[in-house]
């Protein structure tokens, strides 16, 4: 029998400067908090200014619409897609309505999903922009409000839109060292953002679980990453307390690290999500939250474009234990 531990969260994830966003599908148990669409809804309709996005996909007929609003009521809708995915009826819609929308020419997946909005708010997360997104996937998303923040995503995106780069391997421009950042702090947050896959997010992630004193929880779309699954099992073999949830399809395959894991005697578990537990989030110590776009795999370490981001603070933590919690159950 496994015991799992959590200290009680409250119902919604409102932090003052950050929200967290959590999908309900059917099967699940209601989590109190409000979903992704609803909530990037409401930040669309308070734009003012300006919202930059970068999006593996958008279909979702209602977020559309509301960034076609925004864009006719004057606010700087900009868009960065992958490339795949830029086609569809919404696309036309967007592209139909004046919205600029750069494709990705990577060799890799444009795989990001995040926003800047006014220049002050950061979206990001595992949410796609589609129609399956909120009713039928599992999903989160986190809104931050800060400028410095904003800063350092929207450079990435601006690189991406400006730029036209995309799956380069190192920053670019002379000296990108004195200039690249990913470090904020906002109150007693400790925040870290990371790109690939010029930031080599595994190693990033693996120095960060070499540290872990007491356990590790994370929710994992994909998870094929050798080095990250032994990092794992190491911490286990130390007495850490691993405990995991993976999506069901592909977990089987040669290339997934869960039999390996279940081998080794880590309580990680299949979902029972008959579409897609979509989640990619690494709780450690039950206060350092890792989540973005990025799924722990080669491709999105060495080829796609994505983003990870770090945050030390056990209320947000709390968040996604609960939301582990109701999924590993």
Same mark, same amino acid.
Do not use: C
């Given at each position: 029998?496994?015991?799992l531990?959590?200290?009680?969260?409250?119902?919604?994830? =409102?932090?003052g400067?950050?929200c967290?966003y +959590?999908?309900s599908p059917?099967?699940f148990?209601?989590?109190?908090?409000i979903?992704p669409? &609803?909530?990037?809804?409401?930040?669309?309709?308070?734009a003012r200014?300006?919202?930059h996005?970068?999006?593996? #996909? /958008?279909?979702s007929?209602?977020l559309?619409?509301?960034?076609?609003?925004a864009h006719?009521?004057g606010?700087?809708?900009?868009?960065?897609?992958?490339?795949?995915n830029a086609?569809g009826a919404? +696309? =036309?819609?967007l592209?139909?309505?004046?919205?600029?929308v750069?494709s990705?020419t990577?060799r890799?997946?444009?795989?990001?999903?995040?926003?800047i /909005?006014?220049?002050? $708010?950061?979206? &990001?997360?595992?949410?796609?922009?589609t129609?399956?997104g %909120?009713?039928?996937?599992?999903?989160?998303a986190i809104?931050?409000?800060?400028?410095?923040?904003?800063?350092?995503?929207?450079?990435? +995106? =601006?690189?991406?839109?400006?730029g036209?780069?995309?799956?380069? *391997?190192?920053?670019?421009?002379?000296?990108? +060292?004195?200039? @690249?950042?990913h470090?904020?702090?906002?109150?007693?947050?400790?925040?870290?953002?990371?790109?690939?896959?010029?930031?080599? $997010?595994?190693? /990033?992630?693996l120095?960060r679980?070499?540290?872990?004193?007491r356990?590790? !929880?994370?929710m994992?779309?994909s998870? &094929? #990453?050798?080095?990250l699954?032994e990092?794992l $099992?190491?911490? !286990?073999?130390?007495? %850490? *307390?691993i405990?995991?949830?993976?999506?069901?399809?592909?977990?089987?395959?040669?290339?997934?690290?869960?039999?390996?894991?279940?081998?080794?005697?880590?309580? %990680?578990?299949l979902?029972t999500? *008959?579409? @897609?537990? !979509?989640?990619?989030?690494?709780? /450690?110590?039950?206060?350092?939250?890792? &989540?973005?776009?990025?799924?722990?795999?080669k491709?999105a370490?060495?080829?796609?474009?994505?983003n990870? $981001?770090?945050?030390?603070?056990?209320?947000?933590a709390? @968040?996604?234990?609960?939301e582990?919690?109701?999924?590993?159950?």
């Open positions: 029998l496994i015991s531990s959590f200290v009680p969260a409250p119902t919604a994830g =409102d932090g400067w950050w967290v +959590f999908t059917p099967g148990a209601a989590n109190g908090a979903d669409e &609803t909530g990037l809804s409401r930040l669309i309709d308070g200014a300006s919202i996005g970068a999006f593996y #996909s /958008i279909s007929k209602s559309a619409g509301k960034l076609i609003e006719r009521r606010v700087e809708v900009l868009l960065v897609l992958e490339r795949r086609r919404e +696309f =036309d819609r592209t139909g309505a004046g919205i600029p750069v990705d990577g890799g997946l444009m795989h990001n999903k995040f926003a /909005i006014d220049g002050r $708010i950061v979206w &990001t997360g595992s949410y796609n922009l129609e399956n %909120v009713p039928k996937h599992n999903n989160n809104e931050l409000e800060s400028e410095e923040l904003a800063r350092i995503y929207e450079a990435e +995106f =601006d690189e991406m839109y400006a036209r780069i995309f799956g380069n *391997r190192r920053e670019s421009g002379a000296l990108p +060292f004195l200039t @690249q950042r470090y904020v702090r906002i109150g007693e947050t400790d925040i870290n953002v990371y790109f690939s896959p010029e930031d080599n $997010i595994e190693r /990033i992630i120095k679980l070499k540290k872990a004193k356990s590790v !929880h994370f994992a779309f998870f &094929t #990453s050798d080095p699954g990092e $099992i190491a911490l !286990h073999k130390k007495g %850490v *307390r405990f995991g949830v993976m999506e069901r399809h592909g977990a089987n395959s040669r290339e997934s690290e869960f039999v390996k894991m279940r081998v080794e005697g880590l309580a %990680v578990r979902d999500n *008959r579409n @897609q537990m !979509h989640h990619k989030v690494i709780v /450690i110590d039950e206060r350092l939250v890792m &989540t973005g776009s990025y799924n722990f795999s491709s370490n060495r080829k796609n474009d994505e990870l $981001i770090t945050l030390d603070d056990p209320d947000i709390r @968040q996604y234990l609960m582990f919690k109701r999924i590993y159950r």
